[in-house]
């Protein structure tokens, strides 16, 4: 998994920041899962391939 080490703002930035919604379903879900247990299986998961 690559890691953004740039602090220039990507494509994925513009678009979520010219959203006519403001907040979404998926904004809500993202505030409700704690992503960190993921990314560490991920990473540990993907460091072996």
Avoid: Q, T
């Amino acid at each position: 998994m690559s890691e953004r080490n740039s602090k220039k703002p990507g494509i994925a930035d513009y678009v979520v920041s010219h959203r006519r919604h403001k907040e979404c379903f998926l904004d809500e879900i993202d505030r409700l899962i704690d992503w960190k247990p993921f990314e560490k299986l991920l990473r540990k998961k993907l460091s072996r391939v």
